[in-house]
């Protein structure tokens, strides 16, 4: 269970930082899910009943990781412009 702390007397660009903080964290965890079932593709023997499911979780695993960088850019670019 999560419990989530009073973060109410943090700035604007500290929020940032902590969001960033954890799109990182989300970021590497989806680099190790992805190689995971990478491996699990790679491992299961041609024709093997399931192969699709996986190769569709593959796909599923690699948008996450594609779309948690655009996130983790977004926050960056936010927090750029908001610090000029």
């Known amino acids: 269970m999560y419990n989530e702390p009073d973060w109410s007397s943090l700035s604007l660009l500290e929020l ?7 799109a990182k964290k989300a970021y590497s965890s989806s680099m190790s899910t992805y190689a995971f ?4 593709l790679d491992k299961l023997p041609q ?19 594609k779309t948690l960088a655009e996130i983790q850019q977004s926050i960056s670019h936010i927090t750029e412009t908001l610090s000029q």
């Open 16 to 22: 940032l930082e902590k969001a960033q903080e954890f």
């Open 37 to 40: 079932i990478d491996r699990v």
């Open 47 to 65: 024709g093997t009943k399931g192969g699709a499911e996986i190769a569709e979780l593959l796909g599923k695993a690699q948008q996450v990781h």
